[in-house]
């Protein structure tokens, strides 16, 4: 058996456990309430209470491309928690209710397996962030002014390899743990470490880490800076996060392979 009749069974998983309406509408509602709440933010100051009489506070308008901007730096923390909450029983929750025991009875690979969970978790977190991005970015530009559009598109796609290292190191994990928990809270914590430590540890590894990618991309996206200058400052950021989906995808292969199923 190929490839392919295993990534539409994955592909049909997601429609059944509407998991392929469930990730765009989070996606979009974790960015989009970031210029609502941005727009509404003098209103909401002036209505507050307990401000002494005649105060007031001014606070200038931001542009269209840094609040789109804030918009994925808010994103960050909770699309991830939920990308690893979506993808972390693909592999440990079949495992533990036997259903990848049937799968591996009939003439299907493990490496076949375990690539199709993956095709089928980035095509949805790819699409599911396309679709966010373009929704926020449009309501943006109605509230705040015009955008570049070229460049919020690739600071988006940018920035999504940062999405596709969450989904990696969740099925390296959902790989090595027989229970969808264990293999959620190792890819917590994990990605805590690696998006926030090594900002810490030098300007060099700073550069190559996921943390360095997603300040390129939403530099890209804040239009300060040409789409040249930009690619080449992201570039050590894009080496570095593709370098470690190479490394933990091959690693989430290997403990699927060793794995007593």
């Keep these: 058996m190929t490839s392919h009749p ?34 509404m933010l003098p209103d909401i100051l002036a209505n507050s209470t307990g401000l002494p009489e005649g105060a007031v506070i001014k606070i200038p308008t931001p ?46 690979s493990r490496a076949k397996y375990y690539l199709a969970k993956a095709i089928t978790y980035y095509t949805l977190t790819m699409a599911s962030m396309l679709i966010g991005m373009g929704i926020t970015a449009y309501y943006t530009e109605i509230l705040f002014g015009k955008l570049d559009w070229t460049h919020v598109w690739i600071g988006t796609l940018m920035y999504i390899p940062n999405l596709f290292l969450v989904v990696t190191t969740t099925l390296c994990a ?6 969808a928990v264990g293999a959620g809270g190792a890819s ?6 690696i998006f926030t430590v090594p ?12 943390g360095g990618l997603s300040n390129a991309a939403m530099m890209i996206i804040q239009e300060n800076s040409t789409l040249s200058q930009a ?6 950021g894009l080496a570095g996060v593709f370098t470690l989906n190479i490394v933990f995808f091959f690693m989430g292969w290997y403990f699927l392979e060793r794995s007593e199923i």
């Excluded at 959902?174 to 229970?179: E, I, L, P, R």
């Excluded at 690619?231 to 050590?236: A, D, V």
């Design 63 to 108: 542009s269209a491309p840094e609040v789109l901007s804030t918009a994925i730096s808010k994103f960050s923390s909770l699309g991830t928690f939920v990308l690893i909450l979506i993808v972390m029983g693909s592999i440990a929750g079949e495992k533990a209710s036997g259903v990848a025991s049937m799968v591996f009875v009939k003439p299907i």
């Design 199 to 210: 900002q810490f540890l030098g300007k060099f590894l700073d550069m190559v880490s996921p």
């Design 6 to 39: 295993m990534i539409r069974k994955e592909f049909n998983e997601l429609v059944k456990t509407y998991k392929i309406l469930i990730v765009p509408i989070v996606f979009i509602a974790l960015m989009i309430t970031q210029p609502i709440t941005m727009k």
């Design 174 to 179: 959902s790989s090595f743990f027989n229970n």
């Design 188 to 193: 917590l914590v994990f990605n805590i470490l």
């Design 231 to 236: 690619f080449i400052t992201g570039l050590p």
